[in-house]
């Protein structure tokens, strides 16, 4: 009986070691966890506020730049859109609007219209990103090329921008193809068009709204809410 009560003990002392190994473990774990956790949200802080920064660079000033700021995270938090991308947008145009003679004030009706093809078109939020990339390089070169109609064509399935141009400017695509060729078509008349086109394109008014009702949809707008 001794020998059995003394294998018992031995056993529970065995089992008990386990115990409190894994313990050790599970706290070593949830400390490291809690440690990255900590990391994750100052790095996120630290990303809000160099945005902020470079909003107030690109705005002229701490008010202006706070207040956009602010909208954008208002305008993420009601779009399937996160806020990231939205500033991402924002800070593109941003740097970009002047020379194509678009005012400061007109970035949530260029977000809005960007917003609204690429979520009827699926593109999504590396659509929103290559579109806006693409016109700031046409607001860059000061006029339109047929390589950026090719990159906004590409990244928003079933629109044309050649299309688009010719539909805003009375002129056949034929004819607009040899103005975009001759480097004759000038980069405020070229985006003007295409924003147009796009606002015009089948189903695309209010897409972004609807988009924001999906799940997925929801999921980012419940993210964006809580940062």
């Given at each position: 009986?001794?020998?059995?009560?003394g294998?018992i003990?031995?056993?529970?002392?065995?089992?008990?070691?386990v115990?409190?190994t894994?313990l050790?473990?599970?706290?070593i774990?949830?400390?490291a966890?809690?440690a990255?956790?900590?990391?994750?949200?100052l790095?996120?802080?630290?990303?809000?506020?160099?945005v902020?920064v470079?909003?107030?660079?690109l705005?002229?000033s701490?008010?202006?730049?706070?207040?956009?700021?602010?909208?954008?995270?208002k305008?993420?938090?009601e779009?399937?859109f996160?806020?990231p991308?939205v500033?991402a947008?924002?800070?593109?145009?941003?740097?970009?609007n002047?020379?194509?003679?678009m005012?400061d004030?007109?970035?949530?009706?260029f977000?809005?219209?960007l917003g609204?093809?690429t979520?009827v078109?699926?593109?999504?939020a590396?659509?929103?990103?290559?579109?806006?990339?693409?016109l700031g390089q046409?607001?860059?070169?000061g006029?339109?090329s047929?390589e950026?109609i090719?990159?906004?064509?590409?990244?928003?399935?079933g629109?044309?921008?050649v299309?688009?141009i010719a539909a805003a400017?009375?002129k056949t695509?034929?004819?607009?193809?040899?103005l975009?060729?001759?480097?004759?078509?000038?980069?405020?008349t070229g985006?003007?068009?295409?924003?147009?086109?796009?606002?015009?394109?089948p189903?695309?008014?209010?897409?972004?709204q609807k988009?924001?009702?999906t799940?997925?949809?929801?999921?980012s707008t419940?993210k964006d809410t809580?940062?």
């Amino acid at each position: 009986a001794s020998q059995a009560a003394g294998g018992i003990s031995a056993k529970l002392g065995g089992a008990l070691g386990v115990v409190k190994t894994g313990l050790a473990g599970l706290a070593i774990g949830a400390g490291a966890g809690l440690a990255a956790l900590t990391g994750f949200g100052l790095a996120a802080a630290a990303q809000l506020e160099q945005v902020q920064v470079s909003f107030n660079s690109l705005l002229g000033s701490v008010e202006a730049g706070t207040a956009v700021f602010k909208d954008l995270q208002k305008f993420a938090a009601e779009t399937p859109f996160e806020f990231p991308e939205v500033a991402a947008a924002a800070q593109k145009f941003l740097a970009f609007n002047d020379a194509i003679g678009m005012s400061d004030a007109q970035l949530k009706p260029f977000l809005t219209t960007l917003g609204d093809i690429t979520s009827v078109t699926g593109a999504g939020a590396e659509g929103l990103s290559r579109v806006t990339l693409a016109l700031g390089q046409i607001a860059s070169r000061g006029k339109v090329s047929l390589e950026e109609i090719n990159q906004i064509s590409e990244a928003l399935p079933g629109f044309s921008g050649v299309a688009a141009i010719a539909a805003a400017t009375g002129k056949t695509t034929a004819e607009t193809m040899d103005l975009i060729s001759a480097g004759a078509l000038d980069a405020t008349t070229g985006v003007a068009a295409l924003l147009q086109g796009m606002q015009q394109f089948p189903g695309a008014a209010g897409a972004m709204q609807k988009q924001s009702q999906t799940l997925l949809g929801v999921f980012s707008t419940f993210k964006d809410t809580l940062s």
